[in-house]
């Protein structure tokens, strides 16, 4: 099952910030975060981004259908440091969806391990025997009674492929406008995946000092 691309991917380059050590650039939805196969994916944003800075190196990546912060790296010794980071889980990163049905209490985790679905690639799957371990906190920010759905931010200590969507769903919530894991109704409530990276925090990757961005949730 292909992944809907969500919004169009023609919107112009929207830097966050930038110096001489990284990047941080808003994705909009529907835009390949790194090149796909074949020539009709080479547009990413990654190669936007190096059109404009040669030097820039991927450290992450968010799913095609997600939008919101992405940060690169300006050379191999900030790539290097930037990825002893991720790995070391020292990036704050912070999501905002929209999910169905009203979740509750105010706030929670799940700790459910995640592994990949083989016959359905590139979906994922709860697999507590052979997946990694995953873990995502959330927060309620709201509830919408009227169309039955809850406003949540959420925070992954664990950054598996697909995670906060995998688990979303696990718990019987999924996102909005999913084309992988929600029912057909509530996929078809959103013209895109309602999940944006909201916000990003690091230590500068030379200069160590702590840094935080955020983003403007777009629905």
Same mark, same amino acid.
């Given at each position: 099952m292909a992944e809907a691309p969500g919004a169009a991917s023609d919107a112009a380059l929207q830097v966050v910030a930038v110096d001489a050590a990284f990047i941080v650039v808003d994705k909009p939805a529907g835009l390949l975060a /790194? +090149? #796909?196969? @074949?020539e009709a994916k080479r547009d990413c944003l990654a190669a936007r981004v190096q059109a404009a800075w040669p030097d820039a190196l991927v450290v992450h990546r968010? %799913?095609?259908a997600t939008s919101g912060l992405l940060l690169f790296a300006r050379g191999t010794e900030a790539q290097r440091a930037l990825s002893r980071a991720f790995a070391a889980r020292t990036v704050g990163k912070r999501y905002v969806a929209v999910v169905a049905g009203r979740l509750a209490p105010e706030r929670g985790s799940i700790d459910a391990p995640l592994g990949a679905d083989w016959p359905r690639r590139p979906r994922q799957q709860v697999d507590r025997e052979h997946g990694k371990p995953s873990v995502t906190h959330w927060r309620v920010l709201g509830h919408d009674g009227e169309h039955g759905t809850t406003r949540v931010e959420l925070e992954p200590v664990t950054g598996r492929s697909h995670q &906060?969507? /995998? !688990? &979303?769903?696990? $718990? @019987? !919530? +999924? $996102? &909005? #406008? %999913?084309a992988l894991y929600t029912p057909q109704a509530v996929c078809n409530e959103s013209l895109r995946l309602l999940l944006h990276a909201s916000e990003l925090a690091f230590? !500068? +990757?030379? @200069? #160590?000092q702590p840094l935080r961005f955020v983003s403007p949730v777009p629905f």
């Open positions: /790194v +090149p #796909g196969r @074949g968010l %799913d095609q &906060l969507r /995998v !688990h &979303l769903q696990s $718990i @019987g !919530h +999924p $996102i &909005l #406008g %999913d230590a !500068h +990757p030379l @200069g #160590g």
